[in-house]
């Protein structure tokens, strides 16, 4: 992170709340990592999914937004494929003050939740990033066959709902 992103970030109150996710995030894990950064990013999304068993689409799109990934939107379903948006600040921020911004971690999400919402075997990827207008198109493929990876799943993780009538807080 470079003395401009980091002015940038202090200024606006949402990025100073996730300065130290993005120090990690986008300088220090791509510094250790090298050329292997996207894979093991991808490889530690499924794992986090593991984990972080959703039961619905829905709370897919919720967990995203909870954790300070992005707004998360599916935008279709037809076949074997799925596409998705993911937007917000925190994510074209990242696109304008990194040059190869890592969205690996959130497909490698993706794919392990599809994966275990509807019983199939799914692979993520990014498939188009618009610095511009600040979002990534991501893509979840799906496979006819049942997941034969032998890792079992974790109890579903139950997300909280936030109060409709609380307005304490704007989202971001």
Not at 17 to 45: F, N
Not at 73 to 80: Q, T, V
Request: with cysteine.
């Amino acid at each position: 992170m470079d003395n401009e992103v980091y002015k940038h970030f202090m200024t606006d109150d949402t990025m100073r709340d996730l300065l130290g996710q993005e120090l990690i995030r986008d300088s220090l894990i791509p510094e250790i990592l090298g050329k292997d950064v996207h894979e093991i990013s991808y490889w530690a999304g499924k794992h986090l999914a593991r984990d972080h068993r959703l039961a619905t689409y829905e709370d897919l799109e919720t967990f995203f937004k909870q954790f300070k990934f992005g707004d998360l939107k599916l935008l279709k379903r037809s076949g074997n494929q799925i596409s998705w948006q993911l937007s917000g600040k925190i994510v074209a921020q990242r696109l304008n003050a990194f040059d190869d911004p890592d969205f690996y971690l959130e497909s490698g999400f993706i794919a392990q939740s599809c994966q275990y919402i509807l019983n199939q075997q799914a692979e993520a990827e990014l498939e188009k990033a618009n610095v511009n207008k600040g979002f990534v198109l991501l893509s979840t493929y799906l496979s006819p066959d049942k997941p034969t990876d032998g890792q079992e799943a974790s109890a579903i993780f139950e997300i909280v709902q936030p109060d409709p009538d609380d307005n304490s807080k704007p989202d971001d």
